[in-house]
């Protein structure tokens, strides 16, 4: 903004401030055609020429005004009229702006989640911001709210002390706070990007434009209605990152301590009946009707040039017998099993008195194929 503007700005504020006496919507149409005239007449003037030169300070020429439009002048209180409201356009856009950046932080914090949560703030942004925008860069009348002198008290310390030197220390790194916020900004947009478009165009865009609204809101106030917003939603998306990566080495660090329990093979499989004795030629299917295929072991030699067919034996029927391979030829012996060390009932049994079960129904054979 040049140095022309920032002069009629600070005139029509010094106008404002002799006029606050009055209702605020007397003082909007007092100032309603002055506005106009008073920028029109800066742009006539010579070099080195005021507008207090030409028009006369800004009390003498709100004074003049006063008295054109039958209003008494500042020294003459009226009993009704001057009465000031409580909620007036200032401090309803001064509170819209607090209220839209504390909800704008809460919603960054599920903004990569729902970006949709983002529309609530900038409503209250868009309507707090067209009560005031109006009134120029300066923003002197929610610069004269008694808050807003609260809250300069309370952010400015006596000088010398500690909290005076760090608050000087934070603010010489407001430009490396802008481009930070732009970078976390740049991050949740990436995010958003496979998910929702919409989301990482709103994103990305604040990202960009937060890196002008920094210098700016320094000489146009109007641009802390976007630049404090862009500050919490920043913090917000920074806290969701946080919070994710968290969840997700918590779950790499689980996933990783967790070990399966390693899958048993069977080479074969001996069936009993409840009184101990060994069922021969046992076809086992699951509950889906396929059947039971324990894994197929051969003696290596089965497999060289003229051993002999290999011996066909149906892949769910148990027990299968050994297969052994001598002279030349390839045999199925029948499998010797050990006793089982319980029943079902949990009771020690034995299938015979030797201690040990032998199918007589597969005696040793040839190579003929075991059916």
């Excluded at 006496?21 to 007092?30: G, K, Q, S, T």
């Excluded at 069936?271 to 197929?296: F, H, M, W």
Aim: charged letters at 15%; proline letters at 9%; one cysteine or more.
């Amino acid at each position: 903004m040049n140095t022309q503007a920032l002069g009629v700005e600070h005139y029509l504020a010094g106008m404002r401030a002799a006029l606050d006496d009055l209702p605020p919507n007397e003082v909007a149409e007092i100032m309603e055609d002055v506005e106009a005239h008073v920028a029109e007449l800066s742009t006539e003037l010579g070099e080195g020429e005021t507008l207090e030169q030409r028009l006369g300070s800004p009390e003498q020429y709100a004074q003049e005004l006063r008295q054109a439009a039958g209003y008494p002048s500042r020294t003459e209180r009226l009993s009704v009229t001057t009465k000031q409201q409580w909620l007036t356009r200032p401090r309803a856009a001064a509170w819209g702006l607090v209220a839209a950046t504390g909800v704008t932080l809460l919603a960054g914090t599920v903004a990569l989640k729902e970006p949709a949560v983002l529309l609530l703030p900038a409503v209250i942004l868009v309507l707090s911001l067209a009560l005031v925008h109006d009134r120029g860069p300066l923003q002197q009348e929610i610069m004269n709210l008694p808050e807003t002198h609260r809250l300069e008290k309370w952010l400015t310390p006596e000088q010398g002390t500690p909290a005076e030197r760090a608050l000087t220390y934070l603010k010489s790194l407001q430009p490396a706070w802008w481009l930070l916020r732009a970078g976390l900004l740049g991050l949740g947009a990436v995010l958003l990007a496979s998910r929702d478009l919409l989301g990482f165009l709103a994103v990305a865009g604040i990202a960009v434009l937060s890196v002008f609204a920094g210098p700016r809101a320094k000489v146009d106030r109007r641009w802390l209605w976007f630049s404090l917003p862009a500050s919490a939603l920043a913090v917000g998306l920074l806290f969701q990152v946080i919070d994710v990566t968290a969840n997700q080495l918590a779950y790499s660090t689980s996933r990783s301590s967790y070990m399966p329990p390693a899958p048993q093979s069977y080479e074969n499989i001996y069936a009993y009946d409840e009184n101990g004795k060994l069922l021969t030629n046992v076809l086992l299917y699951d509950q889906d009707g396929q059947p039971i295929n324990a894994s197929r072991n051969y003696a290596s030699s089965c497999n060289e040039p003229g051993s002999g067919p290999e011996p066909v034996i149906p892949a769910n029927r148990y027990p299968r017998p050994q297969i052994d391979y001598e002279n030349g030829r390839c045999y199925t012996v029948a499998p010797s099993v050990p006793s089982p060390s319980s029943t079902p009932s949990g009771e020690s049994t034995a299938p015979s008195s030797s201690g040990s079960a032998t199918p007589s129904s597969v005696p040793p054979t040839s190579v003929s194929p075991s059916k």
